[in-house]
């Protein structure tokens, strides 16, 4: 998934009317601004009630579905390799979110200050917070891309990391 894959995924999205954010890798490129590794994906948050455009507007350049875990998840797919994690938010009236989980008592919360902008090839994209991207990579035994990623965000925002 490069960064014109991104940038284009974005626009497509956009021109849609759907309302998303970048999590995962890229989310955390975005907020630092620059590409620092390679990503094999893109993990996007989105309004869960969009999702029927979401999908329509994905659908029109080749992506079909190959994960189903709704209410928590689903990934798509295109001919060429790609693939976008998707996860559909709940919205509240103050901003915040939610995100269903494997652990029906426990949602993903998402407050409304996590939802920022960074870059991606010097275009302001939306993104999730440093805080959040913290938030998310904690529980589980980390790959070298999750320690890559949290000491950018140590480095980027001086703020503390589980690893």
Excluded: K
């Amino acid at each position: 998934m490069t960064g014109d894959d991104v940038l284009a995924v974005l626009a497509l999205l956009r021109n849609a009317g759907a309302e998303v954010w970048i999590g995962g890798g890229w989310g955390i490129d975005a907020l630092v601004g620059r590409e620092t590794r390679p990503h094999r994906d893109l993990d996007l948050v989105h309004r869960a009630e969009q999702e029927p455009a979401v999908l329509a507007a994905l659908g029109t350049v080749g992506f079909t579905e190959t994960v189903d875990q709704r209410p928590v998840r689903f990934v798509l797919a295109d001919g060429r390799g790609r693939e976008l994690d998707l996860h559909p938010l709940e919205f509240g009236p103050d901003g915040s979110a939610v995100q269903a989980s494997f652990e029906p008592d426990h949602p993903f919360a998402y407050p409304a200050s996590c939802f920022v902008t960074g870059t991606v090839q010097g275009v302001t994209v939306p993104c999730l917070s440093a805080e959040q991207q913290v938030c998310f990579h904690q529980g589980y035994e980390p790959a070298e891309r999750d320690r890559h990623d949290m000491a950018l965000l140590r480095d980027a925002y001086g703020i503390a990391t589980h690893f």
